[in-house]
């Protein structure tokens, strides 16, 4: 039965067929913001990156054997998928299909049936049939899978609960915090876990009650609230790992226009896991700003002071990575694209992992994070110096600099605050 307002209109994200409600505008460039729910056809273009991203990392995964040898199956959860536009695009996008079981969970049947009939209307057709494993507490036999993905109307936590996976994403409206204990439990003895938290009024410091409630945290609002936030996050995330006695490794972790993205590989070790809370504190606000293990003056935290990317993965993670992997071939476009819409979809897809593979090795270990807007009163020059001067200059020294996916122009760098300063002044 086709839901209400079928089939709209057709939007083509990444590589895959989205049907619009034909009261949902065409996409915009770089859009930005938490999109209003419209109803079952609802769809948030500002979270594409993410998606791609996810798609990304997924195809990584299989074609660099990190997550689990070449030769075994990965099984793939989109816990809360909606419309399922993310299930669909791993289903559509990420090569060596052979090896994957993709499971789309939504409560919201209506979203779930509009996701469904996309999928149906748009087949892969690659004969990739399965049939799913049965449930911890039900041993009958399910049936099998056509195309690909198993879509199932459920609640997320007892779907995890039922049955393990290797790769689960959470992208819930609001804070994922009542979701993280399920997840983590039902992650095999390695899996990767994927997390999405839109209360950013919370992890940023504006709701105080809510971040202490929810995530335990104090949060301060000034220019590195954003890197907060993700730290703030990925500590939650590790302290609930711990309890179950596993590990994060994280893969890659960025603020991304409205909400905060993480991707962390999860492992079972009793003796990492008692480890976790080296890599947890607190940053104290000062010039610079410095992480502390015991918080003083002014700070925000607690939160995950360790890396925040894995510099192989996130190394890989190229424009040109992108778009190959991603991008629209001539038979996916739809009927009434342009060479506008065509040359559209291709720089959202760049800008997806713009950055990323080249701050990869420096935010996969100790570095500072500057806000340029502050270097130059900071510097005592009154002006914003050049970041090409600055990073040649730091380059000189010996040192790296990088540009940063954030809302605010930043960089990472491996240099002390002093040489900075003194590059600044330098290069005015």
């Given at each position: 039965?086709?839901?209400?307002?079928?089939?709209?209109?057709?939007?083509?994200?990444?590589?895959?067929?989205?049907?619009?409600?034909?009261?949902?505008p065409r996409p915009s460039h770089m859009p930005r913001g938490p999109a209003a729910k419209t109803g079952e056809g609802f769809l948030n273009p500002a979270m594409a990156p993410a998606r791609t991203r996810s798609v990304l990392l997924l195809a990584d995964a299989l074609e660099n054997n990190w997550l689990v040898p070449e030769d075994k199956i990965v099984r793939v959860l989109d816990a809360l998928c909606a419309t399922g536009v993310r299930?669909?695009?791993?289903?559509?996008?990420?090569?060596?299909?052979?090896?994957?079981?993709?499971?789309?969970?939504?409560?919201?049947?209506?979203?779930?049936?509009?996701?469904?009939?996309?999928?149906?209307?748009?087949?892969?057709?690659?004969?990739?049939?399965?049939?799913?494993?049965?449930?911890?507490?039900?041993?009958?036999?399910?049936?099998?899978?056509?195309?690909?993905?198993?879509?199932?109307?459920?609640?997320?936590?007892?779907?995890?609960?039922?049955?393990?996976?290797?790769?689960?994403?959470?992208?819930?409206?609001?804070?994922?915090?009542?979701?993280?204990?399920?997840?983590?439990?039902?992650?095999?003895?390695?899996?990767?876990?994927?997390?999405?938290?839109?209360?950013?009024?919370?992890?940023?410091?504006?709701?105080?009650?809510?971040?202490?409630?929810?995530?335990?945290?104090?949060?301060?609002?000034?220019?590195?609230?954003?890197?907060?936030?993700?730290?703030?996050?990925?500590?939650?995330?590790?302290?609930?790992?711990?309890?179950?006695?596993?590990?994060?490794?994280?893969?890659?972790?960025?603020?991304?226009?409205?909400?905060?993205?993480?991707?962390?590989?999860?492992?079972?070790?009793?003796?990492?896991?008692?480890?976790?809370?080296?890599?947890?504190?607190?940053?104290?606000?000062?010039?610079?700003?410095?992480?502390?293990?015991?918080?003083?003056?002014?700070?925000?935290?607690?939160?995950?002071?360790?890396?925040?990317?894995?510099?192989?993965?996130?190394?890989?993670?190229?424009?040109?990575?992108?778009?190959?992997?991603?991008?629209?071939?001539?038979?996916?476009?739809?009927?009434?694209?342009?060479?506008?819409?065509?040359?559209?979809?291709?720089?959202?897809?760049?800008?997806?992992?713009?950055?990323?593979?080249?701050?990869?090795?420096?935010?996969?270990?100790?570095?500072?994070?500057?806000?340029?807007?502050?270097?130059?009163?900071?510097?005592?020059?009154?002006?914003?110096?050049?970041?090409?001067?600055?990073?040649?200059?730091?380059?000189?020294?010996?040192?790296?600099?990088?540009?940063?996916?954030?809302?605010?122009?930043?960089?990472?760098?491996?240099?002390?605050?002093?040489?900075?300063?003194?590059?600044?002044?330098?290069?005015?």
């Open positions: 039965m086709e839901p209400e307002g079928w089939p709209g209109h057709i939007w083509l994200e990444g590589r895959t067929s989205v049907h619009l409600r034909d009261h949902q299930p669909r695009r791993w289903r559509k996008e990420v090569p060596h299909q052979e090896r994957l079981r993709i499971t789309a969970n939504d409560l919201d049947s209506d979203a779930l049936a509009w996701g469904q009939i996309s999928h149906e209307k748009h087949p892969i057709g690659d004969g990739i049939d399965w049939i799913p494993e049965p449930s911890r507490f039900d041993a009958k036999p399910q049936d099998s899978v056509k195309d690909g993905i198993q879509w199932i109307n459920g609640d997320a936590k007892r779907l995890m609960v039922e049955s393990p996976f290797q790769w689960i994403d959470l992208d819930p409206f609001g804070s994922p915090v009542s979701f993280l204990d399920t997840a983590i439990q039902s992650i095999s003895r390695i899996g990767v876990l994927e997390v999405t938290a839109t209360d950013i009024a919370a992890l940023c410091g504006s709701a105080k009650t809510s971040a202490a409630r929810r995530y335990g945290s104090i949060g301060i609002r000034d220019a590195y609230m954003h890197d907060d936030a993700t730290r703030i996050l990925l500590g939650v995330i590790a302290r609930i790992a711990a309890m179950h006695d596993k590990s994060i490794h994280p893969i890659l972790s960025l603020f991304d226009g409205h909400h905060v993205r993480v991707s962390v590989l999860l492992k079972r070790s009793k003796e990492n896991a008692s480890n976790w809370r080296d890599k947890i504190g607190y940053r104290i606000r000062s010039e610079p700003y410095h992480f502390a293990a015991i918080p003083s003056g002014e700070f925000s935290g607690p939160m995950w002071t360790g890396p925040i990317f894995d510099a192989d993965i996130a190394g890989r993670m190229t424009a040109e990575r992108a778009l190959e992997i991603c991008a629209g071939k001539k038979e996916d476009y739809p009927e009434d694209w342009t060479d506008f819409d065509i040359e559209h979809s291709q720089r959202e897809i760049e800008r997806s992992v713009r950055h990323i593979s080249e701050s990869a090795e420096l935010l996969s270990g100790d570095h500072l994070l500057v806000a340029v807007d502050q270097i130059g009163i900071a510097a005592g020059i009154g002006q914003i110096p050049s970041l090409k001067k600055l990073k040649s200059g730091l380059e000189e020294r010996g040192y790296k600099m990088t540009q940063c996916q954030m809302p605010e122009p930043m960089f990472a760098t491996n240099a002390d605050w002093q040489t900075v300063l003194e590059v600044a002044r330098s290069a005015e």
